[in-house]
């Protein structure tokens, strides 16, 4: 499309690629045999779930061999901003 992505999508696309998130959940948040597909997951979880996510990783999230991730909130909402772009 020729609409341009807002600030806080390319900001979110910038955390995902520069954090490697896609070596897990495959480009574009897809998902692979290792880690849960992204797309979708703002309607799973609000951005305060999020950030809480980060900080307290589900037992899955762990044992999946995710990093543990300090984002900010505003990184938070920017990743978030990025995920639901791909729905």
């Known amino acids: 499309s020729s609409k341009a ?14 954090h490697e998130c896609y070596a897990c959940h495959g480009e574009g948040a897809v998902g692979t045999p290792i880690a849960p597909k ?15 996510l980060f ?7 762990t044992k999946g061999g995710m990093p543990h991730f300090t984002f900010t909130p ?14």
């Open 5 to 18: 992505a807002s600030p806080l999508v390319a900001e979110g696309k910038k955390i995902f690629h520069s």
């Open 38 to 52: 992204l797309i979708g997951i703002g309607n799973k979880f609000t951005t305060a779930q999020m950030i809480h």
């Open 74 to 87: 505003d990184q938070v909402k920017a990743i978030r901003s990025y995920l639901d772009s791909l729905q």
């Open 55 to 61: 900080k307290h990783p589900l037992p899955a999230m």
